[in-house]
């Protein structure tokens, strides 16, 4: 058996490592100098650019190719049996992997086939008298959370996408490709892409767009949700809105930031409305200057916020129209 | 080779034998009770938890659309509808909101202990409650508000050994042969699950527009049974000790520190749009 202590579960999408992989990628080669243990890499998805070997090549770590690749129409019953078999082989304390819809569905499972902890979702980690715990948000970002795994390893975290943004992609060249050859059960359960990334579909330049004006739940009506596209207008941005803006109808899917919509990176964010809870949050982690509007002086979204504005948006965002105009 | 869905025999479903078009079916809602929307929270003073005092609580949003698909297959192909629920006294409030929106029973889980929380004692003190009753098909929210570990229901499907989708947005297709939901992935795109009864479906929020309460529902909703366990009852006699089911440990609760230095712009909105706009033209950030 080889053993290895931490092992990150790499998802690979349209040819490309997710964000939250590559962050958990570069938070295991992170703990695993800081606790000094062995660090393995499962890849899946072989066709990608950079190719396993360029990856392996340099950043100097052992990849281990799952071979065949797993589908991503593959149903959680292949997905839990795929890492069921790399726990048998390296039998690893911590698995450590990107917080995807792909993960959201099978790991819960997994943990409980497996009777192993699973921590999701997390932020941060402390390590402290050599144990390490981890930091997961909580009442929509206004709190956060410590949690220590309990019962027998392996433990299994996921890292939200942004969380490690900070800790650079390990670089230390001369890493391995070796296969990892699993048997892959056939699934009863058949999954099929009917629309892929309907954001994008639809055409809107928010991704790359320099300024974003995004309006929340607090925008209150449809007819309020007007200033958003205004504003938008006199900034030369785009308008975004948050997931209940979407929900509530006053802004179209294609609009929407967050985990299950588009990240963006924009110099200058307006946030109006928006609480800021981690699903939104995690959307905006690229935004240079971020302008909050909100009428809790608690809401999370003020956390990361160059400029805060606490107040009504219908008494606001009117004024701010008018001063814009008046230039 | 060790098969995946394996050491639990999937019950059949109870209407099996039933006619094929009628598919009558009888539908479980777990629902979770969270502070309301945007209510100030207090943290409790020895970083545990929250301030649970003076706080409006309110049913889990995503529960809320689970509950009201649940409520629509009722109407559409008859069967029963029974929610679940657990906490401390309190959830009783929400267990009668769901009862006046059409559901025909409740289950109480009612203990106050906060470890209850933990997905892993929460989805096996509820699958020993689901235990015995003839449920088909069990519905839920991805995620709660409060905690939001998603975990809860493909935690509960794989410990009944049922299938489950997580993510659902929609119910393309429901009979007793095959199920067929519509789901989210990443990045806005949809996927289409198929899976076979009985199941457990995990819904997101936004996805219908829940019902209000009439007024004949609050009043019928007051003659219906809630059903009380307490963890003392038989069911939950296999949970000794929180550590033999439970493997989460909270350690504590706390405020985040600020990821930047906000400057805070205050006076009229006039005076706000002002400051706003002219801090902003200085650092070149607009035209």
Partial sequence: ?327 | MAVWVGGFTPRRPSTFKESRNLARMNVLVCMKQVPQKDSVIQLRKDQTGIEEEDLEFTINECDLSALEEALRIKERQGGEVTVLSAGPERVTKLLRNALALGAGRAFHINSPERRIQDPFILSWLMAQTIGNQKIDLILTGVQSEDLGFSSTGPMLAERLGWNHATMVTTIHHLSLEQLVVGCELDGGALEEVTLKLPAVLCFQSGINHPRYATLKGIMAAKKKEIRQWNLESPEFSGLKEWSSIGRLEVKELFQPKKKKSTVWLEGTPKEIARKLVDSLRAEAKIP
């Avoid at chain 1, 053993?3 to 992989?21: F, P, T």
């Avoid at chain 1, 149903?75 to 304390?93: D, T, W």
């Avoid at chain 1, 959370?145 to 390893?153: A, D, K, R, T």
């Avoid at chain 1, 890292?159 to 670089?171: C, H, K, M, N, S």
Wanted: proline share 6%.
């Fill in chain 1, 1 to 327: 058996m080889e053993k290895r202590e931490i092992l990150v579960w790499a998802e690979q999408r349209e040819g490309k490592l997710i964000q939250a992989s590559r962050e958990a990628i570069a938070l295991g080669r992170h703990l695993a100098d800081l606790m000094n243990l062995s660090l393995a890499i499962a890849l899946n998805g072989g066709s990608a650019a950079p190719s396993p070997h360029e990856m392996a090549d340099q950043s100097g770590e052992e990849i281990w190719l799952i071979d065949p690749e797993i589908p991503g129409t593959a149903s959680y019953e292949v997905y839990g049996e795929a890492v069921r078999q790399m726990v048998s082989r390296f039998s690893p304390q911590w698995i450590l992997m990107g917080h995807s819809s792909r993960v959201v569905d099978f790991v819960p499972r997994l943990a409980v086939r497996m009777d192993c902890a699973f921590i999701p979702g997390c932020l941060d980690f402390r390590y402290e008298h050599e144990m390490l715990s981890w930091i997961r948000p909580a009442y929509e970002g206004r709190f956060h959370q410590q949690v220590i795994p309990s019962g027998h390893p392996p433990f299994l975290v996921s890292i939200q996408p942004g969380a490690f943004a900070r800790l650079a992609f390990p670089q230390a060249g001369g890493g391995m490709v070796h296969p990892l050859s699993l048997r892959i059960p056939s699934s009863t359960i058949r999954r099929r892409v009917v629309e892929s990334s309907a954001g994008s579909a639809q055409g809107t330049d928010l991704a790359q767009a320099r300024t974003v004006v995004a309006g929340g739940r607090g925008m209150g009506s449809r007819e309020q949700f007007e200033w958003i596209h205004q504003l938008a207008l006199l900034l030369e941005g785009a308008t975004g809105a948050s997931r209940p803006a979407v929900e509530a109808g006053w802004a179209a899917r294609g609009l929407q930031i967050g985990s299950s919509g588009q990240f963006v990176s924009p110099r200058l964010l307006l946030a109006c409305g928006i609480s800021g809870a981690i699903h939104h949050a995690v959307g905006v982690s690229g935004a240079g200057c971020i302008v909050a509007i909100n009428q809790d002086p608690l809401a999370s979204i003020f956390r990361i916020a160059d400029y805060g504005i606490v107040g009504k948006v219908e008494e606001i965002l009117p004024a701010l129209i008018e001063e814009l105009h008046q230039k």
